[in-house]
Nanobody, 123 residues
Framework: VQVAESGGGMVQPGGSLRLSCVCS????????LGWFRQAPGKDREFVAG????????YYADSVKGRFIISRDNAKNTGYLQMSTLKPDDTAVYYC?????????????????WGQGTQVTVSS
């Protein structure tokens, strides 16, 4: 199983980006999906998660109301729509899948990870 993120880049404060996460197997539709991020000098942290069915979205308080997680199981792809970006959102963003179908705030529960995509918010 391979997972690959894309869509990162540099954006000004207040801007938007949409990250994509493509999974190499059609069983993606039965996997839970999580997005994490790691800023320089900090631990990796949970950002958002969603069940295999697309239901029960959950967000970190720091992104609630600004980010939206979604998925298209027919395309084996997950998304993270990020709006009203702030400099504190600058980080490498990772997607991960959990074979059990659920999602966790604990990164150790995930089975497969992408390599990450850099998001930089700066004026």
């Amino acid at each position: 199983v391979q997972v690959a993120e894309s869509g990162g880049g540099m954006v000004q404060p207040g801007g938007s980006l949409r990250l994509s996460c493509v999974c190499s197997v059609t069983t993606f539709g039965s996997y839970g999906l999580g997005w994490f991020r790691q800023a320089p000098g900090k631990d990796r942290e949970f950002v958002a998660g969603v069940l295999w069915s697309g239901e029960n979205e959950y967000y970190a308080d720091s992104v609630k109301g600004r980010f939206i997680i979604s998925r298209d199981n027919a395309k084996n792809t997950g998304y993270l729509q990020m709006s009203t970006l702030k400099p504190d959102d600058t980080a490498v963003y990772y997607c991960a899948v959990e074979v059990s179908g659920g999602f966790d705030l604990d990164e150790h529960e995930y089975d497969y990870w992408g390599q990450g995509t850099q998001v930089t918010v700066s004026s």
